[in-house]
Nanobody, 131 residues
Framework: EVQLVESGGGSVQAGGSLRLSCAASGFTFGEYAIGWFRQAPGNAREGVSCISNRDGTTYHAEYVEGRFTISSDNAKNMVYLQMNNLKPDDTAVYYC????????????????????????WGQGTQVTVSS
């Protein structure tokens, strides 16, 4: 059974930092792509950052480029999202999601995090940034 468990959310002031963690289990970690997505109240869920565990390719959305960094530890089955210089607009529930790259042969991580390409989702962790 695929399981994704997020942690590390919390409340910070603008300009602060948080590191989110995603603990993955139940699948061959190195054959999956993992993504971080977020959803603010009243907004659609959007892709933030994604990584291919097969080759390490990453993608960061333009609204977090230069502030957020996704990384993966294949030995620990963990994915991290380091978030620096947080802004109030970053306030949202952050979700970790996974997809089997073998099931999505045309998925190219470097071009974006397509919500509909990710098949497994965690429960989410709240990030609140105050001004």
């Amino acid at each position: 059974e695929v399981q994704l468990v997020e942690s590390g959310g919390g409340s910070v002031q603008a300009g602060g930092s948080l590191r989110l963690s995603c603990a993955a289990s139940g699948f061959t970690f190195g054959e999956y792509a993992i993504g971080w997505f977020r959803q603010a109240p009243g907004n659609a869920r959007e892709g933030v950052s994604c990584i291919s565990n097969r080759d390490g390719t990453t993608y960061h959305a333009e609204y977090v480029e230069g502030r957020f960094t996704i990384s993966s530890d294949n030995a620990k089955n963990m994915v991290y999202l380091q978030m620096n210089n947080l802004k109030p607009d970053d306030t949202a529930v952050y979700y970790c999601a996974a997809t089997d790259l073998s099931s999505h042969p045309i998925l190219v991580v470097s071009t974006g995090c397509g919500i509909y390409e990710y098949d497994y989702w965690g429960q989410g962790t709240q990030v609140t940034v105050s001004s």
